[in-house]
C-alpha cells in the first residue's frame, strides 16, 4: 500500500505545523485517502473546509474505521503565504506547496473541473471510490456508510418513479433498457434548450425500436418547478422521473450518484446500458452533434472532430489535437485514420484497467472561427499539419511542428507525454 501512496503523493507531505510527514507513516490499517481539492482564495472552499474539518473530527474520534481514513490537501494557490494560512486550519496533511507537478498529475488523474472537489480513492490502487465526497460530507455526517462505495444504478432508483402524468411505475421497468440519467432544472436556461433536443431525440430512439429511458434528476428546490419542466418538455409515452425526495439541491439526493457525475455542473447527460455500466457521460454533446441518433447509444470513439459542441471537453483533461489544412478534400479524414490506431490502443489499455482515458484524441480543421479562437487563447503557431496536446486546467501545452506527421511520430509524442518526457510551455 505504502508503496503505491508514495508514487501516487510522493514521498512526504507537509502538515500545519510546517513539518514533513513521511507518505509512508499514514498508517498499515489505510484503505481510503481523500483527496480534497481546493485553494484558500475560493470562498465555497474555505466553506466547505470548515464542514470537512468537524467530519473529519467526528470521524476519527467515534468510527470504528478511524484508522482506515486519511485526507490530503491538493492545492491550486498560487501564493505560498495564502497557502500556508489555510493549511493552518487543517489536521490532516498537503501535498508541499512547490510541488505543482504532482498537484497537476492528480487534477488531470482524477478529472476535477471544479473546487472544492473531494475525491476518495482506494489507498492500495488509485481507483475512484467515491467521485463526490462533498455529498458524503453533507449526507454521512457520522461517517456510517464508510467506505461510501458506489452502489448500482438499480438499488439508487430502487421502488416507484414518477411519469410526466404524475402516474408512478416501478423502477423495475428500467431493466434491460438503455438509460439516460439526465440532470437537469427548470430555471436552468441551457437545460430547457437541451430538453428541447432531448425530446426529439427520445422520441427518435424509441422509434427505431430501441429500449430506452430516461430518468430525470431534478436540481429544482421546488416540485412545482421540477412538474412544469417534466411536463412540458417530454413526448408521450414519457420518459420516467425521479420523484421530488430525490432533487438535487434540497438535500435528499444519495451521495452514491456521485460515480455518474465527474463535476455538479447542468445539464448533464449520462448513459447506461443494460445492465447500469457507464457508456458516456458526454450524453449533452452526444445528442447536439448527432440529432438523427445514427450513433445511438454513443459508445466513447476514439477520435472526435473538434466542434463547438465538444470543445467543452478541451478541459476535462489533457487533449491530443491534430490541426490539418482542411481546404483539402479529405484531410480531416485522413487525420482521423491516422491517429484512430493510437487512441484505440490506449482506449483498450485503461479499459482494461478500469481506469480513465489519460487523454482524449481530436482532429480540427481550420475553416472556422473555432479554431482561430483556440489558437489565438493557447498562442500556437499558425501552421497546418500542427500536432499539440493541450492541458487547460494545468494551462500547459507541448507542440509539435513538423512538416509530415506520420503515425509513428504521434505515437512517440504520445508515449513520450504519458512518460513525462515533454517539455511544456505555458498557455
Not at 514521498?11 to 484558500?40: M, Y
Not at 491516422?338 to 475553416?367: H, N, T, W
Not at 482561430?372 to 493541450?390: C, G, K, Q
Request: proline residues 7%.
Amino acid at each position: 500500500m505504502s508503496e503505491f501512496l508514495v508514487s501516487l503523493l510522493g514521498e512526504r507531505l507537509v502538515n500545519s505545523e510546517k513539518a514533513e510527514v513521511d507518505v509512508q507513516s499514514l498508517g498499515s490499517k489505510l484503505s481510503l485517502v481523500g483527496l480534497f481539492f481546493g485553494c484558500s482564495l475560493n470562498a465555497p472552499c474555505k466553506q466547505f473546509n470548515g464542514s470537512l474539518c468537524e467530519f473529519y473530527s467526528k470521524f476519527k474520534k467515534t468510527s470504528e474505521h478511524k484508522d482506515k481514513m486519511e485526507i490530503v490537501f491538493v492545492s491550486s494557490d498560487q501564493d505560498q503565504k495564502h497557502w500556508q494560512d489555510f493549511l493552518q486550519e487543517m489536521p490532516w496533511a498537503a501535498l508541499p506547496f512547490k510541488d505543482r507537478h504532482k498537484k497537476m498529475k492528480l487534477w488531470n488523474k482524477y478529472k476535477v473541473t471544479s473546487i472544492p472537489s473531494l475525491v476518495f480513492v482506494d489507498a492500495t490502487t488509485g481507483k475512484v471510490v467515491c467521485r463526490n465526497g462533498l455529498l458524503v460530507v453533507r449526507d454521512d455526517p457520522k461517517g456510517l456508510e464508510f467506505p461510501w462505495g458506489p452502489k448500482p444504478f438499480a438499488e439508487v432508483v430502487a421502488g416507484p418513479l414518477l411519469r410526466n402524468n404524475r402516474e408512478t411505475t416501478d423502477s423495475s421497468s428500467l431493466e434491460g433498457h438503455y438509460v439516460g440519467v439526465y440532470f437537469s432544472a427548470h430555471w436552468c436556461p441551457p437545460c430547457r434548450s437541451l430538453s428541447r433536443v432531448l425530446v426529439e431525440s427520445y422520441r427518435t430512439i424509441k422509434e427505431s425500436g430501441q429500449k430506452f429511458e430516461i430518468v430525470f434528476v431534478s436540481a429544482d428546490s421546488k416540485p412545482t418547478a421540477s412538474q412544469c419542466h417534466n411536463n412540458r418538455k417530454w413526448p408521450q409515452p414519457p420518459p420516467t422521473a425521479v420523484p421530488g425526495c430525490l432533487h438535487v439541491c434540497n438535500g435528499l439526493i444519495p451521495q452514491h450518484f456521485g460515480f455518474l457525475v465527474l463535476s455538479p455542473g447542468i445539464p448533464t447527460l449520462i448513459l447506461l446500458d443494460a445492465e447500469g455500466h457507464i457508456i458516456t457521460r458526454q450524453g449533452r454533446v452526444e445528442v447536439l452533434n448527432d440529432p438523427e441518433c445514427r450513433l445511438f447509444p454513443w459508445h466513447p470513439r476514439p477520435v472526435l472532430e473538434l466542434s463547438e459542441s465538444n470543445a467543452v471537453q478541451l478541459h476535462e483533461g489533457p487533449c491530443l489535437v491534430l490541426f490539418v489544412d482542411a481546404e483539402e478534400e479529405g484531410e480531416l479524414d485522413s487525420a482521423k485514420e491516422l491517429i484512430q490506431p493510437i487512441a484505440e490502443k490506449l482506449m483498450a489499455k485503461y479499459k482494461a484497467k478500469e481506469e480513465e482515458m489519460p487523454l482524449l484524441f481530436f482532429v480540427v480543421g481550420e475553416d472556422d472561427n473555432m479554431t482561430e479562437s483556440l489558437r489565438d487563447y493557447t498562442n500556437l503557431p499558425d501552421s497546418a499539419p500542427l500536432l499539440t496536446i493541450l492541458d487547460m486546467s494545468a494551462r500547459a501545452k507541448y507542440v509539435l511542428d513538423v512538416e509530415e506527421i506520420t503515425q509513428a511520430i504521434v505515437e512517440q509524442f504520445v508515449k513520450d507525454f504519458l512518460a513525462e518526457k515533454l517539455k511544456p510551455e505555458p498557455i
